[in-house]
């Protein structure tokens, strides 16, 4: 099945040198696809390549990255990064021009600037850093692996549930269109005892007079296009819970069409047997619904 949750929690780890680091990702129910990343001081490099990485797997859902890294080696040295400082600084004369009444800026407010201070690596090179930002971030792949494969066990489960629903609403389907099928005779006689007994003291209506309106109301209360709607959106569907890709956005649309066709039906309908089958169907639409708020 191609079905696949929103919802999952996945962990990895990793180990270089005297440094360690742990991933944990986790994902619910979303209308698109929110990534949000937290990484240490010092790593914030990583967070667009982290990002993009979900966004390679992922169509929907409230994605959550948090990186932590610690070092054998004990306690981290920090130091202030000039450049970035620097920037600050320059920026501050063209701030104060647009908001003149803002206060001075405080040292430990430029200090709390992200970037400004950042954990002491020199140990590292260029090419020393290269290769652990590869290893953590293959670990991140790992982490979204495992991440992924929760979700789609989860959809399997899912799809045995949706694909339930729509076996009861194909079953009411048949069942009221049975008793739409009765219904053109159940109008004809309504109609009749109707006109009798207000005209019980005048001649009773020609036969034909009587077929006419009998036909007016039957085409009123004529089924065949709702239920023949019901059967193409079912269908349509029982195709998407194979299809490729995501398809939450569109089995939540067809609820929408499911509900409007039933909708119609139950204000047409003129027998209270009729009736009681759209109002399951109503109810078994709305399991439907619930469900498919979770597929990605």
């Not at 949706?162 to 609403?169: H, P, T, V, Y």
């Not at 006689?189 to 036909?215: G, H, N, S, Y």
């Not at 819970?241 to 398809?247: F, S």
Request: proline share 3%.
């Amino acid at each position: 099945m191609s079905i696949s949750s929103m919802t999952g929690f996945a962990r990895s780890d990793g180990q270089k040198d005297s440094r360690s680091w742990t991933w944990e990702v986790k994902s619910v129910n979303a209308k698109g696809l929110d990534v949000r990343c937290r990484v240490p001081g010092g790593f914030e490099r990583l967070e667009h390549p982290a990002r993009e990485r979900v966004k390679e797997r992922f169509r929907r859902g409230n994605v959550t990255l948090a990186l932590s890294v610690s070092s054998s080696k004990g306690e981290v040295g920090y130091r202030v990064n000039q450049v970035v400082l620097g920037e600050m600084l320059a920026t501050l004369p063209e701030i104060i021009k647009r908001v003149p009444d803002a206060g001075p800026p405080s040292v430990d407010g430029l200090l709390a600037l992200k970037g400004v201070i950042e954990p002491a690596d020199d140990d590292l090179g260029d090419d020393d850093r290269e290769a652990l930002d590869g290893e953590i971030l293959a670990d991140l792949d790992s982490a979204l692996e495992s991440l992924a494969a929760m979700r789609g066990e989860e959809g399997s489960k899912l799809a045995l549930v949706l694909n339930e629903r729509l076996d009861d609403i194909g079953r009411l389907c048949g069942e009221a269109e049975k008793l739409a099928e009765a219904q053109p005779q159940a109008i004809h006689e309504k109609l009749k005892a109707q006109v009798q007994a207000l005209l019980d003291d005048i001649p009773a209506l020609p036969e034909e007079r009587l077929a006419q309106e009998t036909a007016l109301l039957v085409s009123k209360a004529d089924l065949r296009e709702e239920l023949d709607r019901l059967k193409a959106h079912l269908e349509a569907a029982r195709g998407l819970m194979t299809a490729d890709g995501g398809v939450g956005r569109k089995l939540d649309f067809l609820c929408q069409e499911f509900n409007r066709e039933t909708n119609t039906l139950c204000s047409k309908s003129q027998d209270i047997g009729l009736t009681r089958i759209g109002l399951d169907l109503k109810a078994t639409i709305e399991q439907f619904r619930e469900q498919v708020q979770n597929i990605e």
